[in-house]
């Protein structure tokens, strides 16, 4: 079994900072993108940022300069340090990770999406 644990969700005022954290645990033999997606209430799910196992990123151009995403390859964890957040964009964060299991089977596996309110 795999499974996605995230952490770091909560409130915070607009113009803070929030991190968010992401471990992957269980039969994992390889994980490859990893990623954020976000959904705001009465929206659909967006991306927000990915890495490859590389280390290559992408953002979605609404976080650029800041947000960052990064990934501790020892850890199987992926982190989204978010900066200068805007009030009224409270939104559930996923993360995601492509993962290779002990017996070879390649799935997207999800987190359980904590929620980060920014407050004005």
């Known amino acids: 079994q795999v499974q996605l644990v995230e952490s770091g969700g909560g409130l915070v005022q607009a113009g803070g900072s929030r991190r968010l954290s992401c471990a992957a645990s269980?039969?994992?033999?390889?994980?490859?993108?990893m990623g954020w997606y976000r959904q705001a209430p009465g929206k659909q799910r967006e991306l927000v940022a990915t890495?490859?196992?590389?280390?290559?990123?992408n953002y979605v151009a609404s976080v650029k300069g800041r947000f960052t995403i990064a990934r501790d390859t020892a850890k199987n964890t992926v982190y989204l340090q978010m900066n200068s957040l805007k009030a009224g964009r409270t939104s559930v964060y996923y993360c995601?990770?492509?993962?290779?299991?002990?017996?070879?089977?390649?799935?997207?596996?999800w987190g359980q999406g904590p929620q980060v309110t920014v407050s004005s």
């Open positions: 995601n990770a492509d993962i290779t299991d002990w017996v070879s089977q390649r799935k997207i596996y």
């Open positions: 890495i490859s196992r590389g280390g290559s990123t």
């Open positions: 269980g039969s994992i033999l390889n994980i490859n993108d």
